[in-house]
């Protein structure tokens, strides 16, 4: 498995904000403690370009993102808080992400997990929502397509719906979109009947969960629905935006679930890649925001990610 992790991310600072420096602090050390760091492959990868920013993203968008960095900004959005290291950070995230999808691609490896931030499945094209500032998953299925793949599958377990994402390929037809997350819930999209347009119908699929949904039920909604896209999309890569916040503690959205159930979903998706015979799983931090439990739950998803499949 290749693992990406830096201290640079903790560059983009949000002062007293969920989306804080201390998550990808702890489980970076949560990964030495453990070993992880050792035996992976560390990555040493580039910031991305603005030309690879603009595979998903509006120019005028990416020139307004880094005159609020440049100037320190703070509150740009309801929920989103930048600055002056918050354009390093972000886009040597994206630059991680697309770095994962090129080696797996070309088969260093067969897996990667990348622990970034800020996360991404919520910024918007041409703005940012939710934490997020740039797409990070959407420029990896980008970078993806790029490389030589023709059919891209991300798989969204977050607890809030990945808004971002979806739009971002809601008529595309080539790369499928599943999200898993609790509802009614933030950002209020995802819904059963949104299922894409044009070339992209059938290629988006929601599961909205109420918030007392059983762990058992969770499992078997998520194991049926990916493995149905999937029969109907044939994914040659799949992407995960994992999100730890389904965690029952997390302090900003809560699910059901608790650190080992990580590892239950990350092997129901190794299962998917050995059936549908696709090439590996690229993984990115989306949220978690308890400072105990996220990692932990982190810890549990690498450590099962890296058996391969």
Aim: aromatic letters at 8%; glycine letters at 10%; a negative charge.
């Amino acid at each position: 498995m290749l693992l990406y992790v830096s201290n640079r991310f903790e560059d983009h600072r949000t002062g007293r904000h969920p989306e804080c420096p201390q998550r990808t602090q702890r489980l970076n050390m949560l990964l030495e403690e453990s070993g992880w760091t050792d035996r992976c492959g560390i990555a040493d990868w580039p910031p991305a370009t603005v030309e690879q920013l603009q595979w998903n993203h509006d120019a005028d968008y990416l020139q307004r993102l880094q005159e609020w960095c440049l100037a320190d900004a703070g509150q740009i959005e309801a929920d989103t808080v930048v600055s002056r290291g918050t354009w390093g950070a972000a886009t040597l995230a994206v630059g991680a992400a697309i770095d994962a999808v090129q080696r797996v691609w070309e088969g260093d490896d067969q897996t990667a997990f990348c622990a970034v931030r800020p996360p991404g499945h919520h910024a918007l094209p041409n703005a940012p929502m939710g934490f997020c500032v740039l797409n990070n998953i959407a420029i990896a299925a980008h970078a993806a397509l790029r490389a030589g793949a023709a059919r891209v599958m991300i798989i969204d377990w977050d607890v809030h719906h990945g808004n971002g994402t979806q739009d971002s390929f809601y008529r595309h037809g080539q790369v499928a979109f599943y999200s898993i997350h609790r509802s009614p819930f933030y950002p209020g999209t995802g819904a059963e009947e949104e299922i894409g347009e044009g070339p992209g119908r059938g290629w988006i699929k929601n599961a909205p969960v109420p918030a007392h949904i059983a762990r058992r039920a969770y499992f078997e909604r998520f194991s049926e629905d990916i493995n149905r896209l999937a029969e109907r999309t044939q994914p040659q890569l799949l992407l995960i935006s994992a999100g730890f916040d389904a965690h029952q503690n997390d302090p900003v959205g809560g699910l059901c679930l608790i650190e080992e159930d990580f590892a239950t979903l990350t092997g129901i998706v190794q299962e998917l890649a050995r059936s549908c015979g696709a090439r590996g799983i690229v993984s990115l931090l989306e949220g978690g925001y308890h400072l105990q439990h996220m990692p932990a739950s982190a810890l549990a998803h690498v450590e099962q990610l890296a058996q391969g499949f």
